[in-house]
Structure formats: structure tokens, C-alpha cells
């Protein structure tokens, strides 16, 4: 009961401040850490119509991160790198880890889960996809992007 009451005034206090309230999942009271949970929607960029989520889970016993992709609407067979970078979509900032890259299924569906260190939950970043590899000239095109951690 101690440990709710807790987060709950930590959350109530984050959102006062301005910042982002992370869900605690799993049972803290057992001793083990807090685990912390994003949802990223992934917006078309180029006309691409491609979309998506992201769920990120942050492990602060293991400090890694979970991160699981799904997108719809890519042409079928394809495969597209993605990765965390900084900054917004807008930005085009330097990668902060490459994730793994999906492939289409039959449909122009995909999903991948990538294991990576450290913890994204509180930095101003975003995770894209691209067009990929072997499309020579337009490989880097940038065909989904969500924004996740801090928003200022």
C-alpha cells in the first residue's frame, strides 16, 4: 500500500511539472524494480502511408530495453532498417541505436523486437523506419517516424 501511495504522488507530481508519468508494471513489492512502459504511435512520412507502434520496456535491474515495432501498409517481401535517434522527426539527429530490421510479411505487415542497453524513456528521441537496404539513392528515406521520451 506504501509503495502505491508513493508512485502515485510521484506521478501526480511529474504531471504538475510538466513531464511524462511512466506506468510502473510487474510487482514492485516483491523487490524487484519498477519496470517502465512507452507507447509510440508511428506516423506516414514521404506519402508512404506506412504506420505503426512501438512498445519500449525499460528493465532498470538489466538497464536495457525492450523495443517491439509493428507497421502495416510496406510492400510485401520488403525489409527496412530502423533506429532510435535523438532529437525529433523533424531533426534528422544522429542515431542513438540501430534496431532490428523488419520485414514484410505477405501482407505489408512487420514486427521485430530489439533488445538494446541503456534506457530511452526520459530522452528527446525517435525512433524511424526506412525505406532500406538495396533501394539504391533512396535507402535512407524515412518512411514512418514516432516521437517518444521528452517532448521539450
Known sequence: ???RTIL???????????GVALAPVGAASHGD???SVMHVQLHPLAF????GSATLTYNPGANTTTVKVSVHNLEPGSVHPEHIHAGKCSTNGPVLAALGSIKADARGTGTVTSVITG??????AYINLH????VTLTQY???ACGEL???K
Open 1 to 3: 500500500m506504501k509503495s
Open 8 to 18: 502515485a504522488t510521484l506521478a501526480t507530481a511529474a504531471l504538475l511539472a510538466g
Open 33 to 35: 524494480p519498477a519496470t
Open 48 to 51: 508512404s502511408g506506412v504506420v
Open 119 to 124: 534506457s530511452f524513456m526520459r530522452k528527446q
Open 131 to 134: 525505406m532500406g537496404p538495396g
Open 141 to 143: 528515406t524515412v518512411l
Open 149 to 151: 521520451g521528452k517532448t
